[in-house]
């Protein structure tokens, strides 16, 4: 971009410079060039000279509000300025102010800088970026915004709306609603005010909407998110792989680390739901995070509150603080007893968390025995969620080798340990993915 278009030094009186500096702005907005098109060159290299403009100054800064004259300060050297400026265009930092000083750098486009202070030739001493010169005061702006409609320009004569849009009495959202207008509805533009918006008409009505939600294009059709194919008993594992599931908490620490020893070798992938009083019990006897631990040997682990209430007898909140307290911070959990309604939908959500509950129930607890439980679990179908407990029969490396081994015969697998990007077992994410890698 062109030296002379960014820098102009002016003989002129204060008001001769607003005017230049108002008409400049009011071209650049008009036209949407930048400063480098011919005819801005010539603007700039021949300013209009001396006081004759200056009814100019006037018209084009109260139609513009580009610039105000308070933004300009007093001429005088050092004078108080607007802390804050928008460059209009690059703009070249210098090490002092006029054009025959050094470049110290380029100021993109749109770029804020602090104003230290002003020159009584128009030109502002800079802070940008830590670096501290002197830019042209011709290309800069004040930062601030004026709420009340000033028409800058010539809009296009038709926008289309980007979402639904309310057209008001004027052109802030505090003015009353004349109406809503349709996402996607072309709307004739009859005017724009500063602040964005536009004097708009639609069906006949005329009144202001905020420009944000216009565009000369018609929108975008919204991807609709795509669901995943899981259910709630599913979670996030939408394979074939069935996944063993232990909730609650360990007997012993050598329990614990016997399966998940076995399991990051067998390449297993078990999904633990300890209690967050679980955690905390062996943290504070052992020093050791189960959760941590396992996730470091390729399993997952999720939320199963932090003293295993029924989740239904509390509220929203209540409900949330349960998920949100000591545990296992994540993005899927399993409410206590598998209990659900409102309240507990609500929590969950309160806490950004889904529910995962299971699709095979061992009766662990109830039968207490190696046997039926691995019985039970061997009767999964693909893609099944094994309920399981950490503190009964199979949680027990023998138990989960013949479950394995009794799914492999009938031709089905168990989720697989963690492998990441790398190959080999990985520590697992925090947070699940969404469709657990089986
Ligand atoms: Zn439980």
Redesign the pocket.
């Known amino acids: 971009m062109g030296e002379s278009t960014m820098e102009y030094r002016t003989r002129t009186s204060g008001i001769a410079r607003v005017v230049l500096c108002a008409m400049l702005g009011t071209a650049l907005l008009s036209t949407g060039a930048t400063a480098a098109t011919p005819s801005m060159n010539a603007a700039a290299q021949d300013p209009f000279g001396g006081q004759g403009a200056a009814d100019y100054a006037a018209f084009h800064v109260s139609e513009s509000g580009l610039l105000k004259p308070q933004d300009l300060g007093n001429p005088a050297a050092g004078a108080s300025t607007t802390s804050t400026l928008v460059t209009q265009a690059n703009l070249n930092l210098r090490t002092g102010n006029s054009t025959r000083h050094k470049v110290i750098l380029t100021m993109p486009k749109g770029a804020s800088v602090k104003v230290l202070s002003k020159a009584a030739n128009g030109w502002y001493k800079l802070s940008y970026k830590g670096r501290t010169g002197w830019a042209s005061g011709q290309y800069l702006k004040a930062a601030k915004t004026t709420a009340k409609p000033r028409t800058v320009s010539k809009p296009p004569a038709t926008l289309v709306t980007q979402a639904n849009l309310n057209m008001r009495t004027g052109s802030s959202t505090k003015h009353k609603i004349v109406l809503t207008i349709a996402k996607g509805a072309n709307v004739k533009v009859l005017s724009k005010a500063a602040n964005g918006w536009y004097k708009v008409n639609y069906k006949g009505r005329t009144g202001w909407a905020s420009g944000q939600y216009l565009k000369a294009t018609a929108p975008k059709a919204t991807p609709k998110p795509i669901a995943p194919q899981t259910t709630q008993g599913k979670g996030p594992n939408l394979t074939k792989s069935v996944v063993l599931t232990y909730?609650?908490c360990p007997l012993t620490l050598s329990a614990f680390d016997a399966v998940v020893k076995y399991a990051a070798k067998s390449n297993i992938g078990l999904v633990l739901?300890p209690?967050g009083n679980c955690l905390a019990s062996f943290k504070s006897r052992y020093g050791v995070d189960l959760a941590d631990r396992a996730r470091a040997h390729g399993q997952w682990v999720i939320n199963?509150?932090v003293s295993?209430p029924d989740l239904r007898r509390l509220s929203c909140a209540n409900g949330a603080k349960q998920l949100q307290g000591t545990g296992v911070r994540t993005n899927w959990g399993?409410p206590?007893?598998g209990a659900i309604n409102d309240n507990v939908r609500c929590a969950y959500q309160r806490a950004d968390m889904r529910i995962w509950t299971w699709t095979v129930d061992t009766m662990d607890w109830q039968v207490k025995n190696k046997k039926t439980i691995v019985a039970r679990a061997s009767q999964a179908k693909a893609g099944d969620t094994v309920l399981m407990?950490m503190q009964w029969q199979g949680f027990d490396v023998d138990a989960i080798r013949q479950i394995g081994n009794n799914l492999g015969k009938r031709g089905l697998t168990v989720c697989r340990a963690y492998h990441g990007p790398k190959g080999g077992v990985q520590k697992t994410p925090v947070k699940l993915p969404a469709s657990l890698p089986c």
């Open positions: 909730d609650d739901a209690t199963h509150s295993h399993r206590p007893y407990h």
